[in-house]
């Protein structure tokens, strides 16, 4: 049996002029890839800089719940999260296609139902 990690948190959102999503990295500071994120250790503080978030740059803001591995990369916990952290789905391409990016799925447990 595995211990559950400490949970973290990351705010994540849609960018305003090319819908692309994107990652809280500082105030003010968005970035397209998931490890650039800043990982919050506590719900509070992701809020409370979640109502800072500016409408000018970013819309739909909200925050996840990420795990971090012994390496400090961020996993999301939920598949939706996940899949919108490495792109649509329907073909390669955008963070997909970037071999940089990281292969969220090969981290990810079986998330029937969620």
């Known amino acids: ?4 990690s400490q949970p973290y948190y990351v705010i994540t959102a849609n960018h ?5 999503v994107v990652f809280w990295a500082d105030a003010d500071q968005w970035q397209y890839l998931l490890s650039e994120a800043y990982a ?3 719900k509070d503080d992701a809020d409370d800089n ?6 000018d740059q970013v ?3 909200y925050v996840i719940m990420v795990e971090k ?6 996993t999301p916990t939920h598949l939706r999260e996940a899949i919108r952290a490495s792109g649509p789905s329907n073909y390669f391409h955008g963070k997909q296609h970037d071999r940089n990016a990281p292969h969220l799925s090969d981290r990810l447990q079986d998330q029937k139902g969620e």
Not at 1 to 4: D, E, L, S
Not at 16 to 20: P, Q
Not at 50 to 55: D, E, H, M, T
């Open 1 to 4: 049996m595995t211990t559950p």
């Open 16 to 20: 305003l002029f090319n819908g692309e």
């Open 40 to 42: 919050f250790d506590d």
């Open 50 to 55: 979640l109502s800072r978030v500016r409408a």
């Open 59 to 61: 819309v739909g803001a």
């Open 69 to 74: 591995d012994a390496s400090q990369q961020i």
